[in-house]
């Protein structure tokens, strides 16, 4: 019997829900109750005329559990599709965030030109602090909060990465 | 009309005859609806958790939906446990739970529990009604997908308000399901590798289980033409047993941690294994990195999730198994197929070897009833007439799989997955309902049935005339067992002091009550249990201290099972199979 692979591997899931009471909490719930894990998670509406919502999992595990994963999310009675975009050709990931740096004069000014080179905009400023905007892969907002440290960093949110196919073809 | 009277037309409307509920203030309003018409019948259970094990004995006895009614808080609560009971055993069931006024919720008021959060893991699906023109809609819906692909238990939260207020109704041929729509057809590219495969085999086994049951009875039936047609060797599953016929040759008994010697090397030592409607459950296949080394496997499930959970198999096919099935026999029909002539003979040659073991053998003494014994009895007095028994859990639901043979499909409810001591005696309400004029019987413990005892009062009060078998050893006798084989028979907590006395109990509920202590008195026992037109509870003194075997500990593979108590203490449980449960 040729032996299962047995590393865990990053996947990025794309799943299409009727857009229900209760429809997230099923899936969060589906994922700790069997003990999978969540790397990042996000969801909103994306066709309203139809009720769904498109919910984007960045989950890791062995193709075996890879599998259960999807099979069990697509048992849940209202999801439509569930896809994993990792195995199914070419995707692009993106994650959006807004970044917090307080501080005056040069740390200040280095924070706008580090901005700059990673083409984040400002979105609120006043005399001690930006927020920046700041969309791309994690690595590069990683990268980005990581030099916004000794500048000043004091509050980050992110909103998880959402992904799509590349190609002309739809979920 | 009204919700409440809205619940009432569609229960008819899903040609439901049989409710099982507990009133309570959250669902006066559906009471009085069900006050206001004779159509639907109700039974009043004495528990939340009785009213859901009577609706599974009810549908798992006749692959129709079984309906509970609770009030909200903790007539859901207590609902809980016969719920997940269905979800793991894939019972069609659905229940619905009043819940307090919509402007309520949230507010933690009286009998107020968020019942659609506690039961969304144990529910194939739920629903909170929160307009009173959705409730026929959910309704239907909520049947479907209860039936529908693997059945299970499908709750419905009903506000009180919505109760009384007025909507539109809509009949079931109106509402589609917009997500959910099982596949159903195998894929037929795999099912004529999976037919290639049996035909090449040189030491097949079919491995059959509850899904054959929840297909329905056709689906037993072409499990059966297969086996003639392959001479293929058949074992059930606990949850497939009389879906292949107990007394057929080619039936080689139950498999699993309990099953036969032959039905478990044979799954050992087979080169290709058809697994049809089971799971490869933990109590299936024992160690896993063992289990059966040498095969090819086949999976036919309905459930996309059941494959390749526990076991890579090398052939899945997701579909219904009456459909696969039949599109096997065809297949094989179509290409003049036979099975590999010699090889089988071989097979059975060996299998019959194993048999000779003769693994459930056991010693009737002249003082002490063997509980074996007493099914054995049980069985050969009730066999000729439309039987149905249920158990609880422990190891007279062992014994029980053991020793009564099952002919047909539906016959047979236990508790499986979820093992829920208590389930027997109300799961027999449901199926004596279903079936006034046959047979039910609860072979059942002494401590099992004191979990749901109290259900005794609703088979007095609808006179039905349901047997309780008790298989009384004074222990928790599968705990006693394991506390033997791997915690140096220290008998903690496992003795079942202060019991009651069972004859006068039953007759504290106006039911009969019998006892036997010796083995000559078995036979005179059953009779007259069989004779007594009311519900009877039976309690037979059996040897207190035997055990249930053959055994697979936990940990261990197949082909090293324990044969009987003189095989035990040669053997060590690891750490690791003793953390396992």
């Known amino acids: 019997m040729p032996q299962p692979e047995k590393r865990a591997r990053r996947h990025t899931i794309a799943v299409l829900v009727d857009n229900e009471a209760g429809v997230l909490a099923r899936v969060i719930g589906l994922f700790s109750g069997r003990g999978y894990n969540i790397e990042s998670l996000t969801v909103a509406e994306t066709d309203p005329s139809n009720y769904r919502s498109r919910i984007t999992i960045v989950t890791s595990g062995t193709p075996m559990v890879i599998e259960q994963i999807k099979a069990q999310l697509g048992r849940l009675v209202p999801v439509h599709k569930v896809r994993d975009l990792t195995t199914e050709g070419a995707l692009v990931e993106r994650e959006l965030a807004l970044i917090k740096v307080a501080g005056k004069g040069e740390p200040r000014v280095e924070s706008l030109r580090i901005a700059d080179i990673f083409r984040a905009r400002v979105v609120d400023s006043t005399n001690d602090s930006f927020v920046f905007e700041l969309t791309g892969s994690s690595e590069k907002l990683n990268a980005f909060v990581e030099l916004m440290k000794p500048l000043g960093l004091v509050d980050v949110s992110r909103t998880g990465i959402v992904a799509i196919s590349r190609g002309a073809d739809a979920l | ?581």
């Open chain 2, 1 to 581: 009309m009204t919700g409440a009277e809205m619940i009432i037309r569609a229960l008819l409307d899903q040609g439901v005859d049989v409710v099982f509920g507990y009133p309570g203030g959250a669902v006066l309003p559906i009471y009085d609806a069900i006050f206001g018409q004779n159509k639907l019948r109700h039974i009043l259970v004495r528990h939340e958790q009785g009213a859901v094990h009577a609706a599974e004995g009810y549908a798992r006895s006749t692959g129709k939906v079984g309906v509970v009614l609770v009030t909200s808080g903790p007539g859901a609560t207590n609902a809980v446990t016969g719920l997940t009971d269905a979800l793991m055993d894939s019972i069609p069931i659905v229940c619905i739970t009043g819940q307090v006024a919509t402007h309520l919720i949230g507010n933690d008021a009286f009998q107020e529990a968020d019942t659609t959060g506690i039961t969304r893991p144990c529910t194939k699906h739920n629903y909170l009604i929160k307009r009173a023109d959705d409730v026929a809609r959910v309704v239907h819906e909520a049947f479907y997908v209860s039936r529908s692909g693997r059945p299970g238990p499908v709750v419905i939260d009903m506000p009180k308000d919505i109760q009384m207020a007025k909507g539109k109704y809509v009949g079931p041929e109106k509402v589609v399901h917009r997500t959910y729509q099982p596949r159903v057809k195998g894929d037929s590219a795999a099912i004529e590798r999976a037919v290639k495969l049996i035909a090449d085999a040189k030491k097949p086994v079919f491995y059959a289980g509850g899904g054959v049951i929840n297909s329905g009875p056709a689906a037993s039936k072409r499990l059966i033409e297969l086996a003639r047609l392959t001479g293929v060797p058949v074992t059930n599953t606990l949850m497939g047993l009389g879906g292949f016929p107990g007394s057929d040759p080619q039936f080689i008994g139950m498999l699993g941690m309990h099953g036969t010697y032959e039905a478990n090397l044979a799954m050992h030592d087979c080169d290709v294994m058809v697994c049809i409607g089971a799971r490869f459950d933990d109590r299936i296949t024992g160690r896993l990195d063992a289990f059966s080394p040498k095969s090819k496997k086949i999976h036919i499930d309905i459930d996309p999730s059941s494959i390749n959970k526990n076991v890579s198999v090398d052939v899945p096919i997701v579909g219904d198994v009456g459909s696969v099935l039949e599109d096997m026999i065809a297949i094989w029909k179509r290409d003049g197929l036979s099975a590999d002539k010699n090889a089988l003979k071989a097979w059975w040659k060996k299998i019959d070897e194993w048999r000779g073991r003769d693994c459930l053998r056991y010693e009737q003494t002249d003082s002490t009833i063997k509980p074996q014994y007493a099914i054995e009895r049980l069985y050969a007095m009730t066999k000729d007439r439309e039987t149905f028994i249920t158990t609880e859990v422990g190891q007279h639901q062992m014994w029980a799989a053991q020793f009564y043979k099952f002919e047909s499909p539906n016959h047979w409810m236990t508790s499986g997955g979820l093992g829920t001591m208590g389930y027997g005696m109300p799961a027999a309400i449901g199926v004596q309902l279903a079936h006034p004029d046959a047979l039910v019987v609860d072979i059942a413990g002494e401590a099992s049935i004191l979990m749901c005892i109290q259900e005794l009062s609703t088979a007095v009060q609808y006179s039905l005339p349901i047997k309780i078998f008790i298989l009384n050893n004074e222990y928790m006798g599968m705990v006693r067992q394991w506390q033997e084989l791997l915690h140096g028979g220290r008998y903690s907590e496992s003795y079942s002091a202060a019991l009651p006395d069972f004859v006068k109990l039953a007759e504290a509920f106006h039911a009969k009550g019998l006892r036997a202590s010796r083995p000559e008195d078995v036979d005179g026992l059953i009779e007259e249990m069989l004779n007594t037109d009311g519900p009877v509870v039976a309690d037979i003194m059996v040897d207190p201290t035997e055990n249930c075997f053959p055994m697979i500990p936990s940990g261990s593979a197949h082909n090293e099972m324990i044969l009987g108590a003189a095989d035990v203490n040669r053997r060590e449980v690891s750490d690791a199979g003793k953390a396992l449960v």
